[in-house]
């Protein structure tokens, strides 16, 4: 079948690309800035691992994400991410513009390994940063199904000062009577909800009870994907803490979001 034959070769080429781009460190990050919803003020950016391949340009990131898990490399594009987040707090100090909390999304994978903390430790500390500017975020449905392998590693990091948020919130099957048990301090409102609330009031209360009950049990909200006037309006009344989407900006190069940081 040569359908078949084509995509096996692609995606043995596209592993030994990704290999190259380990080893070679090619692989780009870019931030999604996230804003605070009482002052409209910049106070924190999620960070997105790019590959922008020479030949092939921007490969999708849910590609490549795939053929490192599937080949036992989910853990080394963390890693990656780390380390090149660390880099660029410390340039960042450097150059005196203001630090601000930085997401960085982990895999199942990633909790798989002992020495999870102990890689977070030493990288940042490394670069001598305060562990409170970072954060990371893991996806409801890995979370709620994994709890009991992940809860030991969330509690030496938040030990150290890093924060945990629920990613993908309202995607998954946690029930809102297991929130309050999670080592978690941030909420991600998957962009989805906000998305259906535009035209279905149903959405709209499911969003009321997220950041109301949030609040009771002194977790932040975040709402994901906010593209219009309307829906930031919608979470602006509802109290939502904050917001990331292409109505604020588009993910940034670094020096793009070191101008947004100095303006």
Not at 194 to 210: F, P, T
Request: charged letters at 20%; glycine letters at 4%; proline letters at 2%.
């Amino acid at each position: 079948n040569s359908k078949l034959e084509q995509d096996l070769y692609y995606k043995t080429w596209l592993l030994t690309e990704l290999k190259a781009a380990l080893k070679n460190k090619t692989l780009e990050l870019f931030y999604q800035p996230q804003y605070d919803l009482k002052n409209f003020k910049l106070n924190a950016a999620e960070a997105i691992l790019v590959w922008n391949h020479p030949e092939k340009g921007f490969i999708p990131q849910s590609v490549f994400f795939k053929i490192a898990a599937d080949n036992q490399l989910r853990t080394d594009l963390t890693s990656i991410m780390l380390e090149k987040i660390c880099i660029d707090m410390h340039s960042c100090k450097l150059q005196n513009l203001p630090l601000q909390k930085i997401t960085l999304k982990l895999s199942k994978f990633d909790f798989y390994q002992e020495n999870l903390v102990a890689n977070f430790t030493e990288t940042i500390g490394k670069y001598k940063l305060d562990f409170c500017l970072f954060e990371i975020a893991i996806e409801e449905t890995i979370l709620v199904n994994n709890y009991t392998k992940i809860e030991p590693h969330l509690l030496k990091l938040r030990d150290l000062g890093i924060s945990i948020a629920i990613d993908n919130f309202g995607t998954g099957y946690s029930s809102f009577s297991t929130l309050g048990t999670l080592a978690v301090d941030v909420i991600k409102i998957d962009h989805s909800i906000v998305i259906n609330s535009m035209d279905k009031s149903k959405q709209v209360n499911i969003i009321k009870a997220i950041v109301a009950l949030a609040k009771n049990i002194n977790l932040k909200t975040v709402a994901t994907g906010i593209s219009t006037q309307e829906q930031l309006d919608i979470l602006v009344e509802l109290q939502c803490d904050a917001a990331q989407g292409l109505l604020f900006s588009k993910p940034l190069a670094l020096v793009d979001y070191f101008k947004l940081l100095a303006y």
